[in-house]
């Protein structure tokens, strides 16, 4: 506005200037002209000196939307003299126009305060920059895209991480899912799917724990591409499992075999071998322990039974003794003379060397008689 005034008041001083000289030349001097140029002079100097003094900034909208990119273009017009900023951003102008290009990046609002600066004078304009329909369409159909992008990541992963059939196909569907071809996600689950069964073999290796099993999934690894050396630990694992699962069954068939020795053969002997063997197994083993308990009932009962036979077969020489003892030297028996071979009766308390009397006599051993507390008879051995 300055300036046009400006722009006015120089032509009609320029205008009046002209009519001035004129007048002086013809000495017929115009008061009205004088007066006029020196209004215009006046006007011209006053608009001149207050627009390179005062800053001035105009913008075309106080708010303005987005495209569907949340892009917008903010236009704007200012003195030549002002210096144009916002958020401390010089921004060019040219012939005192100027255009500003503001991006949002989600669907709020945002306010942008232009500055028109002049010395220590300044001049602003604050404009509100919107979110059109379409952008805020485009920015939840983005935050979509994203998330099943993340799905899409996260499922991935877990598959090359651990790659069953099940991580596989949940992957492959989440990548199915995208509207944009993720080709690195392709690749990576080509290779997902060409493990899928070396995995499986490593976890049957560990379920089965047999050496044909292990040998199966040791071929599939050598060719594994995802997890190898992890895979490898996993099946030197099973193979340390094998090999002690193998030990055990080794412990237990000798501890077995010690067991049924013992029960066969019962001997103190037998019976210790069969506990050391119990004691080799890692987790012991409650049925031959049991098997074991027994043999040694059998010991203690047969050495309890040998005890009391080897008492009773002390008393009854003890009784012999005592018996030869009491007899006269003449009455002694003379094994010499008779032999080994007595008679004896059922129900007598005596042996002889002949039928001595009544009764039924049978033919016995010295040491029979003696066993059963028979002593000799006075008549037999006088």
């Not at 193979?239 to 013992?262: G, H, L, M």
């Amino acid at each position: 506005m300055l300036a046009m005034i400006g722009v006015l008041s120089f032509v009609g001083l320029i205008v009046g200037g002209v009519l001035s000289v004129k007048a002086l030349i013809r000495k017929q001097p115009n008061k009205k002209v004088f007066i006029l140029t020196g209004v215009c002079f006046l006007l011209t100097a006053g608009a001149f000196g207050l627009d390179s003094s005062v800053p001035e900034i105009e913008l075309a909208e106080k708010s303005i939307e987005t495209n569907d990119q949340g892009l917008a273009t903010i236009v704007g017009s200012t003195n030549d003299q002002s210096e144009i900023t916002v958020d401390g951003e010089k921004i060019n102008t040219k012939n005192g126009e100027f255009t500003y290009k503001v991006t949002l990046k989600d669907d709020q609002p945002k306010k942008l305060t232009f500055v028109a600066s002049i010395g220590d004078s300044d001049q602003a304009e604050t404009i509100e920059v919107k979110p059109s329909k379409a952008f805020i369409a485009f920015l939840n159909e983005e935050k979509q895209e994203q998330e099943t992008l993340k799905k899409a990541e996260t499922a991935l992963v877990l598959a090359e991480s651990k790659p069953t059939q099940k991580n596989y196909d949940e992957a492959s569907t989440r990548i199915t899912s995208l509207t944009q071809e993720q080709t690195d996600f392709t690749k990576r689950l080509a290779i997902v799917k060409e493990n899928v069964p070396i995995y499986e073999a490593v976890e049957l290796a560990e379920t089965k724990q047999t050496k044909e099993q292990l040998d199966s999934a040791t071929a599939l690894v050598a060719n594994a591409t995802l997890n190898k050396d992890s895979l490898i630990q996993r099946l030197t694992t099973v193979q340390q499992k094998i090999t002690a699962k193998e030990k055990a069954e080794k412990q237990i068939a000798a501890a077995r075999e010690a067991v049924e020795k013992a029960e066969q053969e019962p001997t103190d002997d037998h019976y210790n071998q069969a506990i050391a063997r119990i004691k080799e197994l890692p987790n012991g083993n409650p049925d031959l322990t049991n098997r074991a308990n027994n043999v040694k009932q059998t010991l203690t009962a047969q050495k309890e039974e040998d005890k009391k036979v080897a008492e009773a077969q002390k008393a009854t020489e003890q009784q012999a003794q005592a018996a030869a003892a009491q007899t006269p030297e003449s009455q002694v028996p003379n094994t010499q003379a008779v032999g080994n071979t007595i008679l004896v009766t059922p129900t007598g308390s005596k042996y002889h060397i002949r039928k001595c009397g009544n009764g039924t006599y049978t033919e016995a051993t010295l040491e029979q008689a003696q066993a059963r507390g028979l002593t000799p008879c006075s008549k037999c051995f006088g």
